[in-house]
C-alpha cells in the first residue's frame, strides 16, 4: 500500500500536479524529517540513475565550454573546442557502451539528434545495447528558451524524426539543451508523444506534471554526480566525481531528507576518456552489492510515477 499527497502547483506557465509517494511498510507511511519519502517498488530503499550526455554541436557550432577554458572574442570559431567535442562520438561514447556492458547497467542518454547524421551507428549500437535514448534538442546550441513556438515544435519534430530513424523507434523522454527550457517545452513534449521531461530541478522526486496537452512526469536532473560542473568547471580530479556520490548514496540510503534517487551523469565526451570513465565503473560496482537499490532508466522510474499516480486518482 502507499499514501499519497498530492498537491496543485502552477509554475512557468505550465500547471503541475506534483504526486508525491509516500513508502508504507504494515500500513505505517515512512516520514524522513516529518517528509514524506517517495514510494519504490517493493524492497527498493533507493534508485540510482546512470546518465550519458551523448551531446554534438551543428555545423558551424561548437562548445561554449572546453578544456583551453578562456573563451575566444566573439564570432571567432573555436576550433579547438570543436574538436574536443568531437571526441563524444568518436571515441568516447564506444569506451562508455563497453564500459556499461561489463557492469551489466542500462543508461539513459541524452542524445542530440544531430548524431544521427554525424554517427548514426552509434545511436544503433546504444539502442542494441538496450539503453533508452532521450531526446536532448538537435544541437546543444539550440536552446528552447531563446525559440518562438513554433520554431520550438519544428526543434521537436526534427529530433524525434532523426532518432527514430536511427534506432527505430521515437524517443519517449526530453531533456532540453542546457536544461533550459521554454514555458511551451513541457507541452510540446506531450505533443510528440513524450512520456517524461527532464527540465525541472525544483524537487527531489518525479511528479506528475499536468500541461494544456496532457500529462507527463517530470523527473528533475541532479547535478551533484556530474563530470562537467564537477571536472570541467571546478576543476576536480576525477576521483571527485566517485567521493561526491559515496557523500549523497551514504546520506540518501541512511534515509536523511526524503529524495529517492541519484542522478549520475557522464558526458560522452568529458568521462569518455580514460582517465574519467573508470568512475563509472567504480560507482557501479558498489551500487551491485545493495540488493535494495533500483537502478532504472528514466523511461522506467517515468512508467512506475505515472502508475503510482493512476492507482490515486
Not at 563524444?88 to 542518454?109: N, P, S, Y
Amino acid at each position: 500500500m502507499s499514501a499519497l499527497k498530492i498537491t496543485d502547483v502552477p509554475g512557468r506557465g505550465i500547471h503541475a500536479r506534483r504526486v508525491t509517494v509516500c513508502s508504507s511498510r504494515r500500513g505505517e507511511v515512512s516520514e524522513t524529517n516529518g517528509s514524506p519519502r517517495f514510494a519504490l517498488p517493493d524492497g527498493m530503499r533507493m534508485a540510482v540513475l546512470f546518465n550519458i550526455a551523448y551531446e554534438g554541436w551543428a555545423s558551424g557550432s561548437f562548445p561554449g565550454i572546453g578544456p583551453m577554458g578562456n573563451p575566444l572574442p566573439a564570432g571567432a570559431q573555436d576550433t579547438q573546442a570543436e574538436s574536443w567535442a568531437a571526441y563524444g562520438h568518436r571515441r568516447g561514447i564506444w569506451r562508455l557502451i563497453e564500459m556499461f556492458r561489463r557492469c551489466g547497467v542500462k543508461a539513459t542518454v541524452f542524445a542530440s539528434a544531430c548524431l544521427a547524421e554525424l554517427a548514426p551507428e552509434t545511436l544503433a549500437a546504444l539502442n542494441d545495447e538496450g539503453h533508452e535514448i532521450a531526446a536532448h534538442g538537435y544541437s546543444q546550441n539550440i536552446i528552447p528558451a531563446l525559440l518562438s513556438p513554433q520554431e520550438e515544435r519544428e526543434d521537436f519534430k526534427r529530433c524525434v524524426s532523426l532518432l527514430k530513424a536511427a534506432t527505430g523507434s521515437a524517443p519517449l523522454g526530453w531533456l532540453s539543451p542546457r536544461g533550459t527550457p521554454s514555458s511551451h517545452t513541457a507541452e510540446i513534449a506531450v505533443e510528440r508523444g513524450m512520456l517524461w521531461f527532464g527540465d525541472v530541478f525544483d524537487d527531489d522526486n518525479p511528479y506528475v506534471m499536468s500541461t494544456p496537452a496532457g500529462r507527463i512526469v517530470a523527473i528533475p536532473l541532479k547535478m551533484e554526480v556530474n563530470d562537467l560542473p564537477l571536472y570541467m568547471r571546478h576543476g576536480n580530479p576525477p576521483r571527485a566525481f566517485v567521493d561526491v556520490f559515496d557523500d549523497a548514496f551514504n546520506a540518501m540510503y541512511a534515509g536523511h531528507g526524503d529524495g529517492c534517487f541519484i542522478d549520475v551523469t557522464v558526458h560522452a565526451h568529458v568521462f569518455g576518456r580514460p582517465h574519467g570513465a573508470w568512475t563509472v565503473e567504480k560507482i557501479a560496482e558498489r551500487v551491485s552489492k545493495f540488493p535494495d537499490v533500483w537502478v532504472p532508466t528514466r523511461q522506467e522510474l517515468a512508467y512506475w510515477a505515472l502508475e503510482v499516480c493512476n492507482r490515486a486518482t
